[in-house]
């Protein structure tokens, strides 16, 4: 049984892996078999189709990128500087893969979702649900920070959702640059932005 579940597992790790770092039209099953070193027929044992790997690697990845979430906006860190953390954190995530492969590769949920949102119904539902995960401790952080006076009464969810789409688009760009240091440059203007002209800090 340890076995199977091994098999599993390198068929998910080498996905994510070639996924991320390239696309999902320029991966096939016979690359992501080679590398995990399994047959075809072990691939379809566990997954009836490439669409439902890749659903498997993106409830991996959502429940990694959960758990980064979970340290950086602890409850006991001052809300707006939660916000921070996250992006250092990204941003430390980032150098420390294009050390590895020269190449910053963004975030994966939104690699996919630029490549298949117009494709595959099923898989941009799962990515819909990935990004309203993501900006439930946006959300939560902001309501904090005005129920505390470090923000004006700002309509939050819309703010929150406004928040995770400047974070994506700013990864977007540091990708194309392949510049990490633009996730810290401009994502620390995330709270400046949040706040009316005059008052930022």
């Known amino acids: ?11 998910l790790e080498s996905a994510r892996g070639l996924i991320y770092s ?42 990694h990128s959960l758990e980064i979430i979970a340290r950086a906006f602890q409850p006991g860190i001052p809300p707006l500087a939660r916000l921070d953390r996250y992006v250092e954190m990204g941003y430390e995530t980032q150098v420390r893969i294009k050390k590895e492969t020269g190449h910053m590769p963004g975030c994966p949920f939104s690699n996919l979702a630029s490549e298949l949102s117009t494709q595959d119904e099923v898989i941009r539902k799962r990515l819909d649900g990935i990004f309203r995960d993501l900006a439930a401790p946006i959300e939560q952080a902001l309501r904090d920070a005005v129920e505390e006076g470090a923000l004006p009464n700002i309509d939050i969810r819309t703010s929150a959702q406004a928040v995770l789409a400047y974070w994506e688009g700013v990864v977007l760009l540091a990708k194309t640059r392949n510049d990490p240091r633009l996730i810290l440059k401009l994502g ?11 008052k930022a800090r």
């Open 22 to 63: 390239r696309s999902y039209a320029g991966v096939g099953v016979q690359e992501i078999c080679e590398r995990a070193g399994v047959k075809k027929g072990s691939f379809y044992h566990f997954f009836p189709s490439k669409r439902d790997l890749t659903l498997a690697v993106l409830d991996e990845c959502r429940a």
């Open 188 to 198: 620390k203007n995330t709270v400046p932005l949040l706040k009316p002209a005059g």
């Open 1 to 11: 049984m340890g076995r199977v579940s091994e098999a599993r597992q390198r068929i």
